[in-house]
């Protein structure tokens, strides 16, 4: 909630929101954790909605195993494309466990479901 305060400070925005993301190297590629959104005038994006705050977050514990997965899959991903365009998921899952030393079968990316409630926060 700092940095949705710090952020909206520095810039005058009338609304900010900040993610919380598992790495800089899963940035913007859906594995948020959380966000909080911060409208100073306490009107939200529209100026006619009623709330200051907003914060959601993942009840989800994502383990480091499966954060190195996601940016082992990231990292690598365009070098196991079919010619038809897709992603050998077989392949590349074999790629990552040979790195991890871990079993293909513990390959999966990790899933991270924002529970879109509202958080109680302090104004």
Do not use: C
């Not at 010619?83 to 790195?99: P, V």
């Amino acid at each position: 909630m700092n940095a949705a305060r710090d952020l909206q400070r520095s810039t005058g925005a009338n609304v900010v929101e900040v993610f919380l993301e598992l790495s800089p190297l899963l940035s913007g590629k859906g594995y948020s954790l959380g966000v909080a959104r911060f409208a100073p005038d306490g009107k939200g994006f529209s100026g006619y909605e009623q709330w200051k705050w907003e914060v959601q977050a993942t009840d989800i514990q994502i383990s480091q195993q499966e954060i190195a997965i996601a940016e082992l899959w990231w990292q690598n991903r365009d070098s196991f494309q079919t010619r038809n365009g897709t992603t050998d998921e077989q392949r590349l899952s074999k790629f990552i466990a040979n790195k991890l030393h871990i079993s293909p079968s513990q390959v999966h990316l990790p899933l991270t479901l924002i529970n879109w409630r509202d958080y109680p926060v302090a104004q």
